[in-house]
């Protein structure tokens, strides 16, 4: 008997195994950019005083530990790993929450249940503003009621449970930041943490219902190894199912354009546009700007799909998402300050209040270039503080006032050459002089003549081309 017990765990632990594994190479293969979306939402924090203004509101404790795990999603396979790890232990603490009450031989037939609230839990964070501090609400609750249902029953064991309610809902499920709508309900993450706590005591119920002959029938090798695995596959294909249809690849592809324009990867992204040909207003975006940083954007343009002219910069919209890439080519063509106040009201536009690792990084720079060098040394004193951005933060501190040291650095000096040399007024539609003040106030910016050209064929402006022709070959 002792032998099959030791046998149904390691059975058990590999089932689990498996589905780690399943939940790592989904989020590590097919979601990869969706961690990256949430990690360059957020900005954590080494310090106590941003430590204390999260823990000190309910739910607060569960919220910090997401935020703290997250921004390990820079890359993506340690998030998926973390993932992966987080539901495998929302698993195993159903199923311990079962077996502490009753003998594991008795849960093979309903065993398989063990895995739904990890899997519910899997579809929350389909969605891209699900946030991480809500699992572990849920793990904190399991590991709560798993340390009490160890005390000895009584008078104590009662009280515990009410101090430990109200701790609880401070701690892990009184808080609002599990979701970045702090208006809407996760619905999908509270019937995880419902399901997580009452499906240990219907198994627990249902198998002590059962005559005690026919739980011994159950304890031979048949049933310890066939129940389990048959209940596993059947909750894993219906779940399974739902996680493949209920995945959201078309934002998956937006990311990735937005993800390798934030790095600069425009290599990639030529690889990437040359096997599919983007049709999404990011993607098409992403993809003039990587043309132009490798100045085929004349010679290709018609080659890709085009959005007109709001392929090249579209109008900047009020949210925290799709005035990125467009940030990206204000930049990168020398508009800086355009730049700088794309950027910034995107961030305050983030749905959850928080701030943002890639948006102090590139205020920071903008601020450096426009040698607004106090107001750069607030930014960088905060990713000082991060894990991530502290090297590079440490690195760029010393070029603040040093005029000859930017004019010197290939992405900085270049920047500030290329800037408007006199102020405009700027509306969010870019207009044609505004991309001609531009070239013509520095005639080496390759990569306003780029845009600038684009624009003409876009539109159909057959003089302004020819004149600009005409001007390129009089140099």
């Given at each position: 008997?002792?032998?099959?017990h030791?046998?149904v ?5 590999l089932y689990t195994i ?14 990869p ?6 990690e360059?939402y957020?900005l954590?924090?080494f310090?106590?005083t941003?430590?204390?203004?999260i823990?000190?509101q ?9 935020r703290?795990?997250?921004?390990f999603?820079?890359y ?7 993932i ?9 603490l ?14 093979q037939?309903?065993y398989?249940?063990s895995?739904?609230?990890s899997?519910?839990l899997?579809?929350?964070l ?5 946030l991480l ?6 793990l ?5 009621v ?12 009662l ?8 701790i ?11 979701y ?17 706590i009452i499906i ?10 059962k005559?005690?002959?026919?739980a ?9 190894y ?5 209940s596993?596959?059947l909750?894993?294909a219906?779940?399974?199912?739902f996680?493949?249809?209920?995945s ?5 592809k ?10 600069q ?12 040909k983007?049709n999404?207003q990011?993607?098409?975006t992403?993809q ?5 940083m490798?100045?085929?954007?004349v ?11 709001a392929?090249?910069l579209p109008d900047v919209?009020?949210d925290a ?8 080519a ?8 355009v730049?700088?106040?794309t950027?910034?009201?995107a ?7 928080q ?10 720079q ?9 107001v750069?040394?607030k930014?960088?004193s905060a ?14 501190l ?9 004019a010197?650095?290939?992405?900085y000096?270049h920047?500030r050459k290329?800037?408007y ?9 870019v ?8 070239y013509?106030?520095?005639?080496d910016n390759?990569?306003a003549l ?9 539109t159909?402006d057959?003089e302004?081309?020819a004149?600009?022709?005409?001007h390129?070959q009089?140099q």
């Amino acid at each position: 008997m002792k032998h099959l017990h030791i046998s149904v765990t390691l059975h058990q632990l590999l089932y689990t195994i498996l589905f780690g594994v399943a939940v790592l190479l989904f989020f590590g293969l097919a979601y990869p950019h969706h961690l990256h979306y949430q990690e360059q939402y957020q900005l954590f924090l080494f310090d106590t005083t941003y430590v204390w203004e999260i823990v000190k509101q309910p739910g607060g404790v569960a919220d910090l530990l997401g935020r703290f795990c997250t921004q390990f999603f820079l890359y993506a396979w340690v998030g998926a790993l973390i993932i992966a790890f987080l539901l495998s232990a929302v698993q195993l603490l159903t199923l311990r929450l079962f077996n502490s009450q009753f003998s594991i031989l008795n849960s093979q037939l309903l065993y398989g249940l063990s895995f739904v609230p990890s899997f519910l839990l899997w579809l929350f964070l389909l969605d891209e503003h699900a946030l991480l501090g809500g699992v572990w609400a849920v793990l904190i609750t399991q590991l709560a009621v798993w340390g009490l249902l160890r005390l000895t029953k009584g008078w104590g064991r009662l009280i515990a449970m009410i101090v430990a309610f109200l701790i609880l809902y401070w701690v892990a499920f009184g808080g609002s930041h599990y979701y970045r709508y702090p208006t809407i309900f996760p619905t999908l993450l509270y019937a995880s943490w419902f399901s997580a706590i009452i499906i240990p005591f219907v198994m627990w119920f249902v198998v002590r219902s059962k005559k005690s002959e026919n739980a011994q029938q159950q304890n031979n090798a048949l049933t310890s190894y066939l129940f389990p695995l048959t209940s596993f596959v059947l909750v894993a294909a219906v779940f399974g199912y739902f996680v493949w249809k209920n995945s959201n690849m078309k934002a998956e592809k937006v990311m990735q354009y937005d993800f390798m324009a934030s790095h600069q990867q425009w290599n990639r992204i030529l690889e990437t546009i040359n096997k599919e040909k983007p049709n999404n207003q990011i993607g098409v975006t992403v993809q003039n700007l990587a043309l132009a940083m490798h100045g085929q954007l004349v010679n290709h343009l018609f080659d890709y799909n085009q959005n007109g002219i709001a392929g090249l910069l579209p109008d900047v919209q009020s949210d925290a998402t799709s005035p990125m890439p467009t940030a990206e080519a204000f930049y990168q063509l020398g508009m800086v300050y355009v730049a700088q106040r794309t950027v910034f009201e995107a961030q305050e536009a983030i749905l959850d209040f928080q701030k943002s690792a890639r948006c102090y990084k590139r205020l920071a720079q903008t601020n450096l270039i426009l040698g607004k060098y106090e107001v750069s040394r607030k930014y960088l004193s905060a990713l000082q503080k991060t894990l991530f951005y502290r090297d590079w933060a440490n690195e760029t501190l010393p070029l603040l006032g040093n005029e000859e040291a930017i004019a010197k650095h290939p992405e900085y000096g270049h920047l500030r050459k290329c800037a408007y040399k006199e102020d405009f007024y700027f509306s969010d539609h870019v207009t044609p002089e505004m991309l001609e003040s531009l070239y013509f106030s520095n005639t080496d910016n390759r990569l306003a003549l780029e845009y600038l050209m684009a624009y003409y064929l876009l539109t159909g402006d057959r003089e302004n081309y020819a004149k600009l022709l005409h001007h390129i070959q009089k140099q």
